[in-house]
């Protein structure tokens, strides 16, 4: 079936709301787990000069049939039920075989409010590391904003015992939801990353500039780093970096790509 950019979707709302296909798809990403077919791939976020300072990971389903699968359509298939737990597992597991192909970088994982609402989410963490001898502070955790807005206070006392553990914490896609300036300083969070409509609209729209300004000079009271996310052109950048973002992310820096052509980019001192 045709999707919204021209593009083919796998798993559409129809299907999704059919459980027998559910299933059947949940069936095929636990054997997709053992069977190797997940990758994670890794984009650069990078310092105000240029220079690499963290890759997010971000994960993708080689299906055998179906090619690569992006995961806005199968990690929803996931969160309705414990798989997501799972996935969670394998991606941070991986980021921690994969972080000794990043000298001196972190590597940003991304966390579902699902996997949030289990104690696992805290246990899984901690004992991934001592498996692996990786040392929290090496990664940041990314939890998007909608996520912590409506956090009831176990899912906050999870993220604080993640935080507690060492792990940076990020609020993901800043500006979707309902999160107030304010709300800000009550949460337990490192860097806040601005969603990729805010950054596109910086360079005709003064109220993106403004928000962003704002929100960069709160930032900074509260020590706390603005990450600009979705950056795709020279222009942006200075843009961004203007109105006070402290990192940058996006395809002008680099697309997500598989650890080893990642890694290679960050080897060359990167200069965009
Ligand atoms: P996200 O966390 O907001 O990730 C950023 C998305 O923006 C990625 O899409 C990335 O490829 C894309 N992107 C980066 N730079 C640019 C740019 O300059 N322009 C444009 N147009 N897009 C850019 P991707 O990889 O398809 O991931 C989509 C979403 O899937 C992620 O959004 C995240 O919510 C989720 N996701 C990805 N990996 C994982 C994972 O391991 N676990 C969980 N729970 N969710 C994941
Ligand atoms: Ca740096
Ligand atoms: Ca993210
Ligand atoms: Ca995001």
């Known amino acids: 079936k045709a999707g919204g950019r021209g593009r083919v979707t796998v798993f559409d709302e129809e299907m999704l709301s059919d459980k027998r296909y559910r299933r059947l798809v949940e069936r095929e990403l636990r054997a997709a787990v053992y069977l190797g077919e997940l990758e994670l791939h890794y984009q650069p976020i990078v310092d105000t000069d240029g220079s690499v ?3 997010e990971g971000l994960i993708r389903w080689r299906h055998p049939v179906r090619s690569l699968i992006s995961p806005a359509e199968f990690i929803p298939i ?10 969670g597992e394998w991606v941070f597991k991986r980021a921690c075989a994969d972080i000794g192909h ?14 949030l609402k289990r104690d696992e989410i805290v246990t899984m963490c901690d004992r991934v590391l001592r ?8 990664f940041i955790i990314e939890i998007t904003e909608t996520v912590a807005t409506a956090a009831t206070p176990e899912v906050l006392r999870r993220i604080e015992a993640l935080r507690g553990l060492g792990f940076h914490i990020a609020l993901d896609d800043f500006g979707t939801g309902h999160c107030g300036f304010n709300y800000l300083k009550s949460l337990p969070i490192d860097s806040v990353k ?8 910086l360079a005709h729209d003064q109220v993106a500039q403004i928000f962003v300004s704002a929100l960069a000079q709160i930032a900074r009271i509260q020590d706390i780093t603005i990450v600009a996310e979705g950056v795709e052109t ?6 961004a970096k203007t109105a006070g973002c402290g990192r940058f992310q996006g395809y002008f820096f680099g697309r997500p790509a598989p650890r080893d052509k990642a890694s290679a980019l960050c080897a060359t001192a990167h200069e965009p």
């Open 53 to 55: 300072d963290a890759l």
């Open 234 to 239: 020279a222009a942006e950048f200075t843009l």
């Open 78 to 87: 996931a969160e309705r039920s414990t798989l997501i737990d799972m996935i």
């Open 131 to 138: 498996e692996t001898g990786r040392s929290a502070s090496q």
């Open 194 to 201: 601005i969603d990729r409509s805010y950054i596109s609209s």
């Open 102 to 115: 990043f000298p001196g970088r972190r590597i940003s994982i991304n966390v579902s409010g699902e996997q």
